[in-house]
């Protein structure tokens, strides 16, 4: 059996310096006061890892068989833990690496280590992997701007110094530094108390290791949704039907001039590159242009919608140009002819599965509003819908009630003109039918997934909330009072929904 002791039962047996960690191997010692220890399932030579860092929370460590995962306070240094161990016969060794210690050593807990427990006579070998993470379960950013200057503003950037780090526990986000600025991002989110923001690097960097460089990311807030999750089971449902591009993101707790700010999404930033959005033209449907205070020179109206181009390289010419085709292709809608009818100008397959997702979402702004997205592959004539962007509004959110959007049944993105047209032609409707059906099982198992999203954010949720008390009385007071209260009010709307959906289209 594993034995791991309780924070506050430790402490009345042992006092020891800051980041003082233990482990040791002696049952007898262990099971003289087992009253005061967790047993967990672990391999039979006995062991246990415990902490004496002062002020850490109960749930400091987490254990899966021989994988041994220890939670520290913020400000501890993972480069340099010191550890203490002991046998409870001498026959046994502890080997870390290439070495076989003696009592106590200095690791490095950035990344998981190994830890060998050889019994010499036996030539019996247990091997655990240990790792560790500060503050929370989750990746950080740290962010200083110059001057410790705060970030006032949605258009005028800030030079910052920014590091990524992966926190101990997660190998696959990269640890880096860079140089760069930051601003604030969104349009009625960066109205709310916790900001949201936009990064742009001096140089394209890459953050996890199975990632392309970039230079400018974004870092989502979530404050209009207080599951946390929204985006997250957004962007699962856009890989389950194979959308051709899902936003790779991270969940990741952001620091900004040595001030915790909360429970952040670190995603790519929607534009035209290699490994995100890849062709000739990407343009965004965005109810706001034709307001004064939001009007862009990128701003055009089409036969039905306004739009804006999306570029950094931004002309007239190319502007006018994407007007050109989008209107041509609004033309095509009431025409399923094979020669010039909406299949020649719009991608079918994308289209469906970009409305599947929105609509079992039910995401007030994917109808007409915003964040609706079409592009140009390269060489291409055929308009892509996608990628699929912003849903903290979406699936059931009480801030949209007044539009309907807590219903889980009737049509609600198909109201788009593009759709009802689709809808006309009978090809379009059987495989809108065959595509629901040929991933409905693979929709839904992200559906069930939702408590273990919230379970892997759950301490970094914790913190987030005492930066932000908004649950029970932010928005609406008739809301769930907790974090994973808001994920199951989420699932039922989806199951219901989800339901609804299968009875029209199964």
């Excluded at 950035?110 to 010499?120: D, S």
């Excluded at 930051?182 to 001096?202: A, C, E, M, Q, V």
Aim: hydrophobic share 35%; glycine share 6%.
């Amino acid at each position: 059996m594993l034995y791991l002791c309780s924070i506050k039962r430790l402490r009345m047996f042992a006092r020891h310096s800051y980041r003082l960690l233990c482990f040791g191997i002696s049952l007898i010692t262990l099971t003289a006061c087992s009253d005061q220890y967790l047993a967990l399932e672990a391999p039979d030579a006995p062991l246990f890892f415990t902490s004496m860092t002062t002020g850490i929370r109960n749930e400091v460590i987490v254990s899966h068989g021989t994988n041994i995962h220890l939670q520290l306070p913020e400000g501890t240094d993972l480069e340099n833990i010191h550890i203490k161990f002991k046998t409870n016969t001498s026959k046994t060794k502890v080997v870390i690496g290439s070495d076989t210690l003696d009592k106590e050593a200095f690791v490095d807990l950035r990344t998981p280590i190994e830890v060998e427990l050889l019994e010499k006579s036996e030539n019996h070998r247990i091997c655990y992997h240990l790792s560790a993470s500060a503050f929370s379960e989750l990746p950080k950013i740290y962010i200083t701007t110059k001057g410790k200057k705060d970030i006032t503003s949605d258009t005028e950037f800030t030079n910052a110094f920014f590091t990524f780090d992966g926190n101990g526990k997660f190998t696959e986000f990269k640890f880096e530094t860079a140089y760069g600025e930051i601003r604030g991002r969104g349009n009625s989110s960066w109205t709310f108390p916790k900001k949201p923001y936009k990064i742009k690097l001096d140089a394209p960097t890459a953050l996890w290791t199975e990632g392309q460089p970039y230079q400018e990311w974004v870092l989502l807030a979530n404050c209009a949704d207080k599951s946390l999750v929204r985006n997250h089971i957004a962007f699962e449902m856009s890989k389950a039907v194979g959308m051709d591009y899902t936003p790779q993101s991270y969940f990741v707790d952001l620091f900004i001039n040595g001030q915790y700010q909360g429970n952040y999404q670190l995603c790519d930033q929607i534009q035209l590159e290699p490994g995100r959005v890849e062709g000739d033209c990407l343009i965004e449907l965005d109810m706001r242009q034709r307001l004064p205070e939001y009007t862009t020179e990128n701003y055009f109206e089409s036969l039905c919608y306004p739009y804006k181009l999306i570029s950094d390289d931004f002309s007239i010419n190319m502007r006018d140009s994407a007007q050109a085709k989008i209107k041509r292709a609004e033309m095509s809608l009431t025409n399923a002819s094979e020669e010039d009818g909406f299949r020649h100008y719009f991608d079918e397959e994308s289209v469906i599965r970009w409305f599947l997702i929105n609509e079992l979402m039910k995401n007030c702004d994917a109808q007409s509003f915003s964040s609706i997205y079409y592009y140009l592959p390269n060489g291409s004539e055929q308009w892509h819908m996608g990628p699929l962007w912003d849903f903290d509004l979406a699936a059931g959110n009480r801030v949209a009630e007044a539009n309907g959007m807590t219903d889980p049944q009737g049509w609600y993105v198909f109201n788009n003109y593009y759709f009802v047209c689709m809808r006309n032609d009978t090809v379009f409707e059987n495989r809108l039918r065959e595509v629901w059906n040929e991933n409905r099982e693979a929709l839904y198992s992200v559906i069930e997934m939702i408590p273990e999203y919230q379970e892997q954010i759950s301490l970094s949720a914790q913190e987030n909330f005492k930066r932000w008390p908004i649950q029970g009385y932010f928005f609406y007071s008739d809301e769930p009072e907790s974090f994973t209260g808001h994920g199951k009010e989420i699932q039922q709307f989806l199951q219901k929904r989800f339901y609804w959906m299968d009875a029209q289209l199964h």
